[in-house]
T-cell receptor, first 117, second 114 residues
């Protein structure tokens, strides 16, 4: 069964450093997302990406964050200068088509645990 | 901004009995609702969904009920099995152009006791 894969599974970084979280979405999917979950809190939307551009972003997704789909298969989230409060589980997700059609639900990767020290 | 709420942080059910997980929402623009299951150190796994044009959707042991007037949905699992022990997230989406993000509730930790 196709799946969304994320690397690395765990990343420890020093405050102020740049990190890149990588995702390989399911190959025939068109919509891509990053979500995050701070420990003990709910899963929060960060950004959505469709047709090679950002579709929507949340208030969390400030100028320190960027996304890219550099080669048609990878989907990356970059945090330019990490802060302690960026420590969270980051999930990539992808979806095939319009949500109202059966079989187009979002599939999530296993997550990258980012720890900023 | 708690557009999707799961008011029970945890639920404990005997194996073989019915588990009922509840979710309330406030945004009347939501028209698609999903339940995800999450094990520790894994990503959310899709379980079942329902469109706002329906009031019930069933898939094996899982049934989702939607009450639009009450802005309430529930997930029924029957019979409950030990492998169902996980955190369950309710999520909702509104029909905007573009990528239709999901708004998640806080999750309910379900424990199935043998």
């Amino acid at each position: 069964e196709p799946e969304v894969t994320q690397t690395p599974s765990h990343q420890v970084t020093q405050m102020g450093q740049e990190v890149i979280l990588r995702c390989v979405p399911i190959s025939n999917h068109l919509y891509f997302y990053w979500y995050r979950q701070i420990l003990g809190q709910k899963v929060e939307f960060l950004v959505s990406f469709y047709n090679n551009e950002i579709s929507e972003k949340s208030e969390i997704f400030d100028d320190q964050f960027s996304v890219e789909r550099p080669d048609g298969s990878n989907f990356t989230l970059k945090i330019r200068s990490t802060k302690l409060e960026d420590s969270a589980m980051y999930f990539c997700a992808s979806r095939r088509g319009n949500l109202l059609r059966v079989g187009t639900e979002a599939f999530f990767g296993q997550g990258t645990r980012l720890t900023v020290v | 901004d708690q557009q999707v709420k799961q008011n029970s942080p945890s639920l404990s059910v005997q194996e073989g009995r019915i588990s009922i997980l509840n979710c309330d929402y406030t945004n009347s623009m939501f028209d698609y609702f999903l339940w995800y299951k999450k094990y520790p150190a894994e990503g959310p796994t899709f379980l079942i969904s329902i469109s706002s044009i329906k009031d019930k959707n069933e898939d094996g042991r899982f049934t989702v009920f939607l009450n639009k007037s009450a802005k309430h949905l529930s997930l029924h699992i029957v019979p409950s099995q030990p492998g169902d022990s996980a955190v369950y997230f309710c999520a909702a989406s509104a029909p905007i152009q573009g990528a239709q993000k999901l708004v998640f509730g806080q999750g309910t930790r379900l424990t199935i006791n043998p």
